[in-house]
């Protein structure tokens, strides 16, 4: 097992910057992929990718965050983080740090180790 604890969200304004943080415990040993997710309160959809890194640091962003996050991962203190730069309103959601033994670089599914979130409101 797996756990994963959050910190780091917040209020910014739009164009401000703010960093997440996620430490995981537990069987880390097995860990190959870790990223972030965000999911809007009352949004019937699925959480939304947002980074995800490798054990070997590959990374891969949404489109829409791309140019504006950065995700980082220390593998020796377990640890992942955001940073979160030119925020804008629609950034707003619920941020969770996932992670997962595939060796594939996202694997969301039902043996995906989830945190519990950190809320991010960009407004003004």
């Known amino acids: 097992q797996v756990q994963l604890v959050e910190s780091g969200g917040g209020l910014v304004q739009p164009g401000g910057s703010l960093r997440l943080s996620c430490t995981a415990s537990?069987?880390?040993?097995?860990?190959?992929?870790m990223g972030w997710f965000r999911q809007v309160p009352g949004n019937q959809r699925e959480r939304e990718l947002v980074a995800v890194i490798t054990k070997g640091g590959n990374t891969a962003y949404a489109g829409s965050v791309e140019g504006r996050f950065v995700i980082a991962r220390d593998t020796t203190k377990n640890t992942v983080s955001l940073q979160m730069d030119s925020a804008k309103p629609e950034d707003t959601a619920v941020y969770y740090c996932?992670?997962?033994?595939?060796?594939?670089?996202?694997?969301?599914?039902?043996?995906?180790?989830w945190g519990q979130g950190t809320q991010v409101t960009v407004s003004s």
């Open positions: 996932a992670a997962w033994e595939a060796p594939a670089m996202v694997a969301v599914g039902p043996h995906t180790y």
């Open positions: 537990g069987s880390i040993g097995s860990l190959y992929g």
